[in-house]
């Protein structure tokens, strides 16, 4: 069992639409979560970081998190082209201080948003 | 106010070949951390410093060594290349080790 599990994709939605990302883990330690977005070519960027259970809400971005189900999503409405991406779900290392700073990516979910 | 900088952004290095990669931190961020990156996957955690102290390593071989400077910018070395070392290495920065994590542009190690 990976550590931190997401579809590969590609997830198509037409301009306009809702995306609906989802990752599950592992660890029942896992303190922090993160996505992030990765152009072709270029290197991961945050776009949100969730650490409560419940839902966490950044303009057109959604986190929900799920710590007894061991599921983070996130959610993107009024998908755009320029979204057009790979996800990156990342969760923290676990408890401990060796832990805390290395985080655990899935291998993304590539979102293809059609005009 | 200026991102993670690492440099060099491309290199091609050899078999057998030593390299050093560089990493700068956000102003103000104390730890630094390396990863991996292969084509089609996400990125693989090889080294946390925070406050100059290793905090973390991962599953890679002794063949990887890094350190954090007094000013919290960051060295990764790599001995002895082999051809699987071929890969996009990035640096993150963060205010502390658990803190978000925020990424360099990269550098794009070939090996030949």
């Known amino acids: 069992q990976k550590e931190v599990e997401q579809n590969s994709g590609p997830l198509s939605v037409p301009e306009g639409a ?3 990302l989802n990752c599950t883990y592992s660890d029942r330690g896992s303190q922090s ?11 991961p960027e945050l ?4 650490y409560s259970n ?10 929900q998190l799920n710590k007894a189900s061991q599921y983070v999503s996130l959610l993107i409405r009024d998908s755009q082209p320029s979204d057009s991406a790979t996800y990156l779900c990342a969760v923290n290392g676990g408890l401990g201080s060796s ?5 655990i990516f899935g291998q993304g979910t590539t979102l293809q948003v059609k005009p | 106010d200026a991102g993670v900088t690492q440099s060099p952004t491309h290199l091609i290095k050899t078999r057998g070949q030593q390299v050093t990669l560089r990493c700068s931190p956000i102003s103000g961020h104390k730890s630094v951390s390396w990863y991996q990156q292969v084509l089609g996957q996400g990125p693989q955690f090889i080294f946390q410093y925070y406050e100059k102290e290793e905090r973390g390593r991962g599953n890679f071989p ?10 919290y910018s960051s060295e ?17 920065s963060s205010l502390e080790g658990n803190q978000p994590q925020h990424f360099g542009d990269g550098t794009r190690l070939s090996i030949l």
């Open chain 1, 47 to 50: 776009i949100m970081s969730i």
């Open chain 1, 33 to 43: 979560f993160f996505w992030y977005r990765q152009y072709s070519g270029k290197s």
């Open chain 2, 62 to 71: 002794d063949r990887f060594s890094a350190r954090q400077f007094p000013n």
């Open chain 1, 99 to 103: 832990n805390t700073g290395k985080l």
């Open chain 1, 54 to 63: 419940g839902d966490k809400e950044d303009g057109r971005f959604t986190a």
């Open chain 2, 76 to 92: 990764l070395n790599v001995n002895a290349l082999l051809l699987g070392d071929s890969a996009l290495y990035l640096c993150a």
């Open chain 1, 18 to 20: 809702i995306a609906s």
